[in-house]
T-cell receptor
Framework: DQQVKQNSPSLSVQEGRISILNCDYT??????FLWYKKYPAEGPTFLIS?????DKNEDGRFTVFLNKSAKHLSLHIVPSQPGDSAVYFC????????????FGTGTKLQVIP | GAVVSQHPSWVICKSGTSVKIECRSL??????MFWYRQFPKQSLMLMAT?????????EQGVEKDKFLINHASLTLSTLTVTSAHPEDSSFYIC????????????FGPGTRLTVL
């Protein structure tokens, strides 16, 4: 049972444009959502998070939006840069923190120069 | 800071043998270490959570006798895949949380296990 879903396995975006990565979840108990970025041969690194009491969190070029009623969140990267090319994992937790997170399947983002 | 290493980065073994994977926090003490496995085109699945000096807590469906976890110190956890079979071939990733600070997980680079 995949509780966190990323339906787009890959995404290609032109440099300078906006990248939008989507994530859906089924467990209404999730109260904390995280995005991780993973380069080949490296472990995932934390990128940005959002608590269920918010609907938006922004950090530089990265913004995460949460729509609780739709059980949907998205990561916006603007402007996209070639260095953003990586696999992005959406993750969720019921503990309000980083532990015991449930990961999505990942979306491979390619930013074309 | 907050670097986690894994050794080996890849390993090939024969069916029936055991393989040990090490996870080390290089520049911090880790209260808790996590072990994940990832099959191709699938998500990271948590296998177990371990705290230094105590028995690991395994997720449902993970065989504790097959995947032995030892967390002997605040900087080292090991995962031993016993009597490995081809279906155990996967990508194994560990993560660790700091002794002091938030409970953010810092991930290792992963170990690719191929069982022939």
């Amino acid at each position: 049972d995949q509780q966190v879903k990323q339906n787009s396995p890959s995404l290609s975006v032109q440099e300078g444009r906006i990248s939008i990565l989507n994530c859906d979840y089924t467990n209404s108990m999730f109260d904390y959502f995280l995005w991780y970025k993973k380069y080949p041969a490296e472990g995932p690194t934390f990128l940005i998070s959002i608590s269920s009491i918010k609907d938006k969190n922004e950090d530089g070029r990265f913004t995460v939006f949460l729509n609780k009623s739709a059980k949907h969140l998205s990561l916006h990267i603007v402007p996209s840069q070639p260095g953003d090319s990586a696999v992005y994992f959406c993750a969720a937790s019921v503990t309000g923190g980083y532990q015991k997170v449930t990961f999505g399947t990942g979306t491979k983002l390619q930013v074309i120069p | 800071g907050a670097v986690v290493s894994q050794h080996p980065s890849w390993v090939i073994c024969k069916s029936g043998t055991s393989v040990k994977i090490e996870c080390r926090s290089l520049d911090f003490q880790a209260t808790t270490m996590f072990w994940y496995r990832q099959f191709p085109k699938q998500s990271l699945m948590l296998m177990a959570t371990s705290n230094e000096g105590s028995k690991a807590t395994y997720e449902q469906g993970v065989e504790k006798d097959k995947f032995l976890i030892n967390h002997a110190s605040l900087t080292l956890s090991t995962l031993t895949v016993t009597s490995a079979h081809p279906e155990d071939s996967s990508f194994y990733i560990c993560s660790a949380t700091r002794l002091a600070g938030t409970d953010e997980q810092f991930f290792g680079p992963g170990t690719r296990l191929t069982v022939l």
